[in-house]
């Protein structure tokens, strides 16, 4: 029982690690929680499966598996790389200057909003994604993984190894680590600020909008509130492994899917959303800057 739930806790770890990953770039450069990330994952979710729905009525998805799964996540992304593009540029690049309540004001209304929209748009009803990938290729004991449960772990794997080093060896990462670090120096050796914090939102709603596939076909339904609490849970993670640090976001996103899989088998399903908030609470107190962040000096 517990390598089970040693491989469900790392697939729920790796779709959580993507999701912190978009909060915990944006806070990085702006210092602002934005918590209509997780509504950005809930198209992503919604997108694959009226892709999906599309390319198996059209026949795509019976001539090859693969290539439909690829053009639903790809058109996943770059629909929600424009809503995150949007976002940023209507709700949150106003409010720039403005006192932090603003802007964190802003995100939540952009995330009621959105979440209305799709239950306008789509209905109040779970939607069953129209296709499950649910054989078994491990088998070992009583531990066994599916193809999800290999393709979830594997994608995510090379998600933030890719985005680590995008971040670490281009022009554009070294320009977002500097954004990161002092925007006003950036602005003045030639960086295009505006255009940086943008890519940063786009980038970060490509990683949910990808996490909403995987998210989709792995439990077979969504509905427009799964992005609340997906939402939470990956800001939980990113306060975790320390708020503004990729490879902390990366850790506290497998950590937190770990505790809450050992949690619902070891000692209830009913509390298993609670789990996540139990941990929240926990670091704050313990250490508030998180794993693998800088604790700020006092002021005197």
Partial sequence: ?????????????????????????VYGILEL???????????????????????????????????????????SALFCAMYGFTMEKVAYRPLRNAPRLSPLISAIGVSIFLQNYVMLTQGATDKVFPLQLGETVIT??????????VSIIAVSALMMLTLRLFISRTRIGKAMRATSQDKIMAALVGIDVDTIISVTFVIGAVLAAVAGVMVAVYYGLVNYTIGYIAGIKAFTAAVLGGIGSIRGAMLGGIVLGLMESMGAAYVSTEYKDAFAFVILIVILLIKPSGIFGTDLPDKV
Avoid: K, W
């Avoid at 779709?15 to 909060?23: C, F, P, R, T």
């Avoid at 198996?56 to 639903?72: D, K, N, P, W």
């Fill in 33 to 75: 929680i934005n918590f209509a990330h997780g509504e950005i994952y809930m198209l992503g979710a919604y997108l694959g499966i009226i892709l999906l729905a599309f390319f198996t009525a059209s026949g795509l998805t019976e001539q090859s598996l693969l290539l439909s799964l690829i053009l639903t996540s790809v058109l």
């Fill in 1 to 25: 029982m517990f390598f089970q739930q040693l491989i469900n806790g790392l697939t729920l770890g790796s779709v959580y690690a993507i999701i912190a990953l978009g909060y915990t770039m």
């Fill in 140 to 149: 070992f004991q009583d531990v066994r993984m599916t193809v999800t449960q």
